[in-house]
């Protein structure tokens, strides 16, 4: 049984390397969650310092869609972790079952049962986090998968401000922005625009290497110069 109100902090981790920046400060003493195959993604150093993992999606399908050489079945049953599921399986023998129906009742509704991050989000606030920081999930227009459970996510975000709860997504990430609407803002940075959407596609286009991890980093730089220059987001924590 997982003991509530241990760790003040929670990294919830997703898969877009662009946006892991700053996640070494917490490897110690905070909890890091990761879900679905992420294994496959996040280098060593990252899957060292995970607590826990989620696999929610129903586990019939799920297995079904699975290819046998990557594996993800046999990861979860060794990875050592309390891996989170629908329900438990003999096949894993770290299995939790969520806690769904507590869930409800602490969020009121099962708004939060759209998306894994969902879960996840709904989870922490459950378990009294005192801070939820969101890394690697950009949740931006782009992807019909991440703009689908975005207005989940931000409504989880604004449940958690709202009793108490610090909480923190990238400066990159489209997470809590949004065009600034009845004020003047500064254009002289929207040349970089056209920059920042070529290195995006070009990462995109690599598998996970040491080269991605060069590429997501310079993207992430140049997306801090560009709002700095910009300025034309609203943004949670800003004045």
Known sequence: MIKLGGRKTVCIVGMNSQLWAGLKEHSDGDEWWGLNQGHLFFPIWMLRNFTRWFQIHAWGPMVARQRPEVGHIEWLAKC??????????????????YPYEEVVATIGSN??????????????IHERFEEIKLYGANFGPKDISDAYARPCIEFLLG???????KVWVPEASALLKGDI???????????????????????????????????????????????GLV?????????
């Open 111 to 124: 708004y939060f049962a759209t998306n894994t991050f969902g879960y996840m989000l709904a989870l922490s």
């Open 80 to 97: 050592g972790l309390p891996v989170y599921l629908e329900e438990t399986r003999a096949e894993i023998p770290t299995g939790v079952r």
């Open 159 to 165: 449940l958690a401000v709202g009793r108490g709860i």
């Open 231 to 239: 300025g034309g987001k609203a943004r949670h924590g800003s004045n």
């Open 181 to 227: 609407y009845g004020r003047t803002v500064d254009q002289s940075g929207l040349a970089l625009e056209e920059a920042l959407d070529v290195l995006r596609r070009y990462s995109g286009s690599l598998k996970y290497s040491e080269e991605r991890m060069r590429v997501g980093a310079a993207t992430l730089r140049l997306e801090r110069l560009y709002e």
